[in-house]
């Protein structure tokens, strides 16, 4: 480890000399402090039974089955909670082995394979590691889009915008620049860019914009109840309450005749 990183670890570190940890984090968790018994009824994986745990002061195993016989004022001193504090359950790997082990087989833990739901409370084992690598590919996916973003041609990136239903019109109504359009282009690349990358290159996008350019045109008319050509012949029904231009998108998307039929005729319409 960087020299640096060691000594500011030396400072914040909650375990003695900087000992491995293990940490627990409370599901919604509330304010203060959240007490979670430490007993439980439990399957064990090396036993393949259930069994009762049992976290006593002193003790020289979590279960039940195998501590010595103590007498109730012992119990009832020496009896141990999992405590969260501010919804973190912070855990020296080895002072605190046994409280790791029960939090791992407990009920309670969302990572238990073998946990019996229906606790009130809940926790997980927190893996810095994964939630830092999560959050990395995250902000990577969302740098990605954005350069993409910034790379589309104009006339590309209009009929993206326009399939992706960004408000080409500012608060007055006017068409927004090319700068406006791509300053909201980005934005949508970074607030969703799994659905930005996967819709840039599809069929949809483009289909949309013909549809949308046939309607303007008057080459496609289009009622509350039907599509049609303007010779008067059926394209489609618009089933109630769906946008007309969005349905007509899932019909040209169809694998059947009348849909590359219709995609057909609006292609060549397009040149």
């Not at 430490?38 to 279960?63: C, H, N, Q, S, Y």
């Not at 700068?179 to 980005?186: H, P």
């Not at 970074?190 to 914009?209: I, M, T």
């Amino acid at each position: 480890m960087d020299p640096v990183f060691k000594e500011i670890m030396a400072k914040t570190s909650p375990t003695p000399s900087n000992r491995p940890m293990v940490i627990f984090k409370l599901r919604n968790a509330p304010n203060g402090k959240v007490h979670i018994d430490g007993i439980d009824d439990v399957f064990d994986p090396e036993t393949k039974r259930m069994r009762r745990l049992r976290l006593i002061r002193g003790a020289t195993t979590i279960w039940m089955d195998e501590q010595e016989k103590m007498d109730k004022d012992f119990l009832q001193k020496n009896r141990i909670s999992i405590t969260f504090v501010a919804g973190n359950l912070i855990c020296d790997q080895q002072k605190d082995e046994f409280i790791i082990k029960a939090a791992r087989l407990m009920n309670a833990n969302e990572g238990n394979p073998n946990r019996i739901p229906g606790k009130k409370r809940s926790f997980y084992e927190w893996d810095a590691s994964a939630e830092e690598r999560e959050a990395f590919e995250k902000e990577l996916l969302e740098a990605k889009a954005v350069t993409m973003a910034m790379e589309q041609p104009f006339e590309k990136m209009k009929k993206h915008a326009l399939y992706l239903n960004l408000p080409i019109t500012n608060e007055i109504g006017q068409i927004r620049g090319e700068d406006g359009i791509r300053a909201l282009y980005l934005r949508a690349a970074k607030a969703d860019p799994k659905k930005f990358r996967e819709s840039l290159d599809s069929k949809e996008v483009e289909l949309k914009y013909l549809i949308r350019r046939a309607i303007v045109d008057a080459k496609i008319s289009i009622s509350t109840t039907d599509a049609k050509w303007p010779t008067g012949q059926l394209i489609c029904r618009i089933p109630h309450g769906r946008e007309a231009v969005d349905y007509l998108v899932e019909f040209g998307m169809l694998p059947t005749e009348e849909s590359k039929s219709f995609v057909e005729r609006l292609e060549k319409m397009a040149f």
